[in-house]
């Protein structure tokens, strides 16, 4: 099993910057992706950003510029770096991991809300 917790959300102007960070553990050796998707109301969760194992990234086109995911594998902690935030950008984020080892499995974390007044 694996354990993802979120923190880092907040209200913010819009033009403001946050950052989350999502903290992974127990199995965490078997995690082979991470991710943020974020889930605005009355709308489907949608990924934001993804990060490899290898350090390869891959963002939503609404954010590219923006936001920068990145890990620190030393402190088993995975960021979401956010500028120039739009209203737009208020939703639940949420952390997400993809593990191959030793089942191929999905984790969640339980979400931290961002809201981006204007």
């Known amino acids: 099993q694996v354990q993802l917790v979120e923190s880092g959300g907040g209200l913010v102007q819009a033009g403001g910057s946050l950052r989350l960070s999502c903290a992974a553990s127990g199995h965490i050796f078997g995690i082979n992706a991470m991710a943020w998707y974020r889930q605005a109301p009355g709308k489907q969760r949608e990924l934001v950003a993804r990060v490899t194992n290898g350090g390869s990234t891959i963002n939503e086109d609404s954010v590219k510029g923006r936001f920068t995911i990145s890990r620190d594998n030393g402190k088993n902690t995975m960021y979401l770096q956010m500028n120039s935030l739009k209203p737009e950008d208020t939703a639940v984020y949420y952390c997400?991991?993809?593990?191959?080892?030793?089942?191929?499995?999905?984790?969640w974390g339980q979400g931290t809300q961002v809201t981006v007044s204007s």
């Open positions: 997400n991991a993809d593990s191959i080892l030793p089942t191929t499995n999905t984790y």
